[in-house]
């Protein structure tokens, strides 16, 4: 019959004890900083979270106050806009219904040997130059020319202050 060593099964025993400890301990101590990471995860996670929320939370305050600011240059835009052509179209009845006449100044030397009348009346500012009346018919085109450049300068005008607007 083999003789059974007591002694080594004994130390194996005390061996396998004491690794099964230290496992154990170690898995405790490991599962705590497991879950302390988890935590400090979350925690993390959380911090971004509304640090995204506050960023796009700021992002659509500026775009609301850029929209309110382009709707109020939109409408000055369209009041001075109207506002033009409404005065042209003023000026436009005016000259149909011969109620006013445009007239142009001549150069009095040029005008020299030409036969064309002086306007009389006290309200002029030119100190009685010589003056020319134009056709309505040329007055209406002239008005329409301007009419176009007033709607031009507007237009631009407008496009300026949209571009000042956006790029601040």
């Excluded at 003023?90 to 011969?98: E, F, G, I, K, Y």
């Amino acid at each position: 019959m083999p003789v059974i060593p007591w002694k080594l099964i004994g130390a194996l025993i005390l061996v396998l004890i004491g690794a099964g400890s230290a496992w154990q301990f170690q898995d405790c101590r490991y599962g705590q900083q497991l879950a302390e990471q988890a935590k400090h995860h979350g925690e993390t996670l959380n911090q971004l979270a509304t640090a995204g929320a506050n960023a796009q939370k700021a992002e659509q305050d500026k775009r609301l106050a850029l929209e309110q600011r382009l709707a109020a240059s939109e409408q000055t835009h369209y009041r001075k806009l109207s506002d033009a052509q409404r005065d042209q179209d003023r000026l436009r009845d005016r000259l149909a219904t011969a109620d006013l006449r445009l007239s142009i100044l001549i150069d009095a030397d040029s005008a020299s040997g030409c036969d064309v009348p002086k306007a009389t009346g006290a309200g002029g500012v030119d100190h009685a130059a010589v003056r020319a009346r134009l056709d309505p018919a040329h007055a209406q085109r002239i008005i329409a020319i301007t009419d176009e450049g007033d709607r031009g300068l507007i237009a631009l005008q407008a496009c300026q202050d949209y571009v000042r607007s956006v790029s601040r």
